[in-house]
């Protein structure tokens, strides 16, 4: 009672009426389940049919390396055996080592006599072929991991940075975790088959997209045909680089219990699609099928603008502020490619845990917009608060504070069926 006698009689009534409006509409997102932070969000819908395209391959993802975009999944996030698609993840702790500042291109790694034994050439596996003791630098050794996938040179490369193999494992899991990458774990730097080593095409895709965009000055590496080093030439054994089809990267493997697969990168018409397949049969069997995949999503999908740069997508509820409510918008503009001459039903919802707390400053993280393309979450974009709202009066926070009570309180009674 003492709430309502420090505002206005309307004003309480009103808020009243808000409240129970976003009880009703929280309890039926329970009831339909949809995420709660949806109802409030913001909804664009296009009807039309399902896509037909399917894939030979086990696992497989397609994806617009601008913006992320999926184009095409299949079991994308079932953790497999990766094979030497791990060195992607073993390039990549190299790469942040070396912008780091610790570690340099023409530093020089001293061959050990376990990097000669388990990935040289009395391994028997794919190798540069380093002498014992010989000494190679940064920048030979990545060129090995990443036209001729030799393991010696992996294996030197983890123990010149870590000490040894399993302390760089540590290394690249933790790089993982910090990229987003949730489905993966790595337990040596070759790929080469251990027993809980599994990394999921997603975060294969993922990481080869962050790859392109973060290290353009490394990525030239990937399209390189052939690399001599100690008079040993060997070439690139990514078949896509020899199919006139824009492709520029990335890396292949083949174990017995994960199959054949590949990382595969492409541009046409400035336009970057990135490619993943896993589990199959057969290096042909592997070309065709990514190829297939590449030529498939330039073919069927153009870009579509949904959301302009600035354009406010939608508004997140606020706790305790000096407005109700703040406007939400994305790092830039925000394209999603759809297929061409298609009605597809696509859904934009808006995803947080509101009410958000004040106060709240301009360019504050808030929540991510996930677009959705029929069965396909397509895409998913970091919200920010497009101002700043201050921290509210007595009275207002007041208010807040009951309808929070009971929002939190139906949000409890709700979860439980």
């Not at 990481?207 to 973060?214: G, N, R, S």
């Not at 926070?397 to 009951?402: G, I, L, N, S």
Request: proline share 4%; with cysteine.
């Amino acid at each position: 009672m003492t709430y309502f006698k420090r505002a206005d009689h309307r004003t309480a009534i009103a808020y009243a009426r808000r409240v129970a409006t976003m009880v009703a509409l929280i309890a039926l997102a329970a009831l339909l389940a949809v995420p709660v932070g949806s109802v409030f969000g913001a909804t664009n819908t296009v009807s039309g049919k399902k896509d037909e395209f399917q894939s030979a391959a086990p696992v497989a993802i397609l994806l617009d390396a601008d913006n992320g975009t999926v184009l095409f999944e299949k079991n994308a996030d079932q953790p497999v055996p990766p094979s030497s698609l791990a060195k992607l993840m073993t390039a990549e702790v190299v790469f942040n080592e070396i912008v780091q500042g610790r570690l340099k291109l023409d530093e020089e790694i001293i061959i050990s006599e376990d990097a000669w034994r388990r990935g040289g050439a009395p391994s028997r596996t794919s190798s540069m072929f380093a002498p014992i003791h010989s000494r190679a630098r940064v920048q030979d050794l990545l060129m090995g991991a990443i036209v001729q996938s030799a393991n010696d040179a992996c294996i030197a490369l983890a123990q010149g940075i870590s000490g040894n193999e399993t302390a760089f494992a540590i290394a690249m899991n933790k790089r993982a975790r910090e990229l987003g990458l949730t489905n993966s774990n790595f337990t040596n730097a070759t790929g080469l088959p251990d027993r809980g080593m599994a990394v999921s095409v997603r975060d294969l895709a993922r990481l080869a997209e962050h790859i392109v965009h973060t290290y353009p000055q490394f990525y030239g590496y990937y399209g390189e045909k052939e690399f001599t080093w100690n008079n040993i030439r060997q070439l690139n054994r990514n078949p896509l680089l020899t199919m006139n089809i824009g492709a520029d990267g990335m890396k292949t493997g083949y174990t017995e219990d994960g199959g054949y697969g590949l990382v595969g990168s492409a541009v046409q018409n400035n336009w970057r699609l990135i490619v993943v397949v896993n589990g199959l049969r057969s290096e042909k069997e592997r070309a065709d099928e990514a190829r297939r995949l590449l030529e498939w999503g330039y073919r069927t999908f153009e870009p579509r603008l949904l959301f302009a740069e600035g354009q406010t997508i939608g508004d997140a509820k606020i706790f305790g502020g000096t407005s109700g409510s703040v406007p939400l918008i994305a790092p830039g503009a925000v394209n999603l490619m759809v297929p061409r001459n298609a009605n597809e039903r696509i859904v934009a919802r808006i995803v947080y845990t509101g009410p958000v707390p004040a106060p709240i400053e301009r360019g504050q993280l808030i929540g991510r917009l996930r677009v959705t393309r029929g069965d396909i979450v397509a895409l998913e974009i970091p919200l920010s608060a497009a101002e700043s709202v201050g921290r509210g009066g007595m009275a207002g926070r007041a208010f807040d504070a009951v309808a929070e009570l009971v929002i939190g309180f139906v949000r409890k009674s709700t979860s439980k069926n």
